[in-house]
């Protein structure tokens, strides 16, 4: 715990410094978690931590997104080194997706947050329907 | 690594079952910018509507506004008035939300380690793209 402690003092200060800074859009870590703090992201890497898979494979696996936007997450997936892109030279070619290295490291603390999620979800859903229902005029 | 790549597998859900429908919608909170950075801050106590403005940065009133109520609305952090003139307003984790802030943190930690591979590697692909390009 302590550890974790003193990781949020460094990431206050750091955001501390950041504010003053002119451009925080230049933050490092909020570089990252552009990527990592995005659903997307999170629900393609998860799906890639099972095996390869095709890109009709990861769209069938992630219903709700669209194809633009499948395609947009690889592609940002691949620039930041998380994931890899292998073409088959088949026919038509096929097209494969896999967890790099960098994206295996990621899998660990991104799965606590999904356990968290899984976890509690319950009690977001309880504290929504409270939240609704006091808003309501 | 393979053992820890079967465990993590293990606890992905079937996508077409509700509970991971539940799951898709707390991760569409837990899974976005501005509520990592905020759950992320607030583990240092509460803070007022422009101190956190000030320390996340780049962040617009309007989608502050949003986000805290969305953070609110899911139980995650509580807002306080104080009846002073001109009145404070403190946000605060609330339980739920401190449970939060461990992985959120961890995932921080991850993001501050990691992320000279990941300039190195975002370097290398636009090189290749434009060179790509170019050719």
């Known amino acids: ?19 003053q800074s002119v451009e925080p859009v230049h933050c490092p870590v909020r570089d990252v978690l552009d990527r ?30 669209s ?18 892109r292998h073409v088959f030279p088949t026919k038509p070619p096929s097209v494969e997706y896999r967890l790099a290295p960098l994206g295996q490291s990621l899998l660990e603390p991104m799965a606590n947050l999904i356990d968290w999620a899984d976890r509690r979800y319950s009690d977001i859903h309880a504290a929504r329907a409270c939240f609704d229902g006091a808003t309501v005029v | 690594m393979a053992e820890r ?34 759950v992320s801050l607030l583990g240092n106590g509460p803070r007022r509507f422009n101190e956190i403005k000030r320390m996340v940065g780049g962040i617009s009133q309007r989608m502050l506004t949003l986000t805290l109520r969305g953070l609110e609305r899911d139980g995650l952090v509580t807002r306080t008035v104080y009846p002073t003139v001109p009145p404070r307003v403190d946000y605060e984790l609330t339980d739920l939300g401190r449970s939060l802030w461990i992985p959120v943190e961890a995932l921080g930690k991850w993001a501050r380690e990691q992320q000279p591979q990941i300039q190195a590697a975002q370097r290398r692909f636009d090189q290749r793209s434009s ?3 170019a050719a």
């Not at chain 1, 949020?8 to 200060?13: A, D, G």
């Not at chain 2, 996508?15 to 899974?31: E, H, M, N, Y």
């Open chain 1, 1 to 19: 715990m302590s550890t974790a402690l003193s990781a949020i003092e460094r990431f206050s200060r750091y955001q501390s410094d950041d504010a």
């Open chain 1, 36 to 65: 990592i703090g995005d659903k997307w992201s999170i629900l393609m890497i998860m799906t890639l931590a099972a095996r390869p898979q095709r890109f009709s494979e990861l769209h069938r696996a992630i219903r709700d997104i």
């Open chain 1, 67 to 84: 194809k633009r936007m499948l395609t947009q997450t690889l592609r940002d997936l691949e620039r930041d080194g998380l994931i890899t």
């Open chain 2, 5 to 38: 790549h079967t465990q993590v597998t293990a606890i992905v859900h079937d996508p077409q079952s509700s509970d991971c429908r539940a799951v898709s919608q707390v991760l569409a909170r837990v899974g976005d910018k501005w509520s990592v950075l905020i």
């Open chain 2, 131 to 133: 060179e790509a390009g």
